[in-house]
């Protein structure tokens, strides 16, 4: 899960440089360079991120959100499956 971590920040930090680099209105070169690379960069954050990932423990029906420990109790509206 390091690799994971490292690339997502690394990845994050090239997207605050480059947003800096529109500010300070640097090289239209430098500029397109650093746009034309970071759809590949966004794409590998993310196969990193599905490679290293680790699955939630938890269905959908028994937690609703992962992030937070809000548990259902069966009360909440749900559509009928199709």
Do not use: C, W
Not at 30 to 44: C, D, N
Not at 45 to 54: Q, W
Request: proline content about 4%; glycine content about 2%.
């Amino acid at each position: 899960m390091k690799k994971a971590a490292l690339v997502t920040a690394a990845v994050t930090l090239y997207a605050v440089f480059f947003q800096i680099a529109l500010v300070m209105k640097m090289d239209e070169k430098i500029i397109f360079t650093l746009f034309f690379f970071s759809p590949f960069l966004v794409i590998y954050l993310a196969y990193t991120i599905l490679k290293n990932g680790k699955p939630s423990a938890h269905t959908f029906n028994e937690k609703f959100y992962d992030d937070h420990n809000y548990r259902r109790n069966g009360n909440e509206e749900m559509l009928p499956d199709e």
